[in-house]
C-alpha cells in the first residue's frame, strides 16, 4: 500500500534516502561524565535556540567553536574596544613607563 498522495517512485526514493541517511551515522563511545556535560550544553543551547537541540547538533556546535577559537587572530579585536581618550593616555602612560624601566635579561 503506498502512502496518501506519495508515488511509488517517490516512496522507494525515500527510503533509499533514508539507507544513506542512516548508513552515514557513527556511534562513538564516551565517558559518564562526557555524556552528562554534552547533555548539559544540549540542554544550554536548546534553552538559547527555543527548541529541541539533538547531541550531534551540540557536538557540531563546539566544533564550529574550535575553529573559530583556532582561526582567532589578537588583530580581530581590532576596534572592538571603546574607551575614552583619557582612558587611552593613561595606559600609554603606563606602557611607557613599563618599557621605559625593562631592561633585557642578563646571558
Known sequence: MIMAGLSFKSVVLHFFYLVVLVSRMKTIKVSEETYTEL????GELQMEFGRP?????????L???RS???GFRI???AG???ISD????????SLREVW???RPPEL
Open 39 to 42: 547533555v548539559k550544553i544540549a
Open 53 to 61: 537541540v539533538s547531541l550531534d547538533e551540540a557536538v557540531r556546535h
Open 63 to 65: 566544533i564550529r567553536l
Open 68 to 70: 573559530k577559537v583556532e
Open 75 to 77: 588583530s580581530d579585536l
Open 80 to 82: 572592538s574596544w571603546d
Open 86 to 93: 583619557e582612558e587611552l593616555n593613561e595606559i600609554m602612560a
Open 100 to 102: 621605559r624601566k625593562w
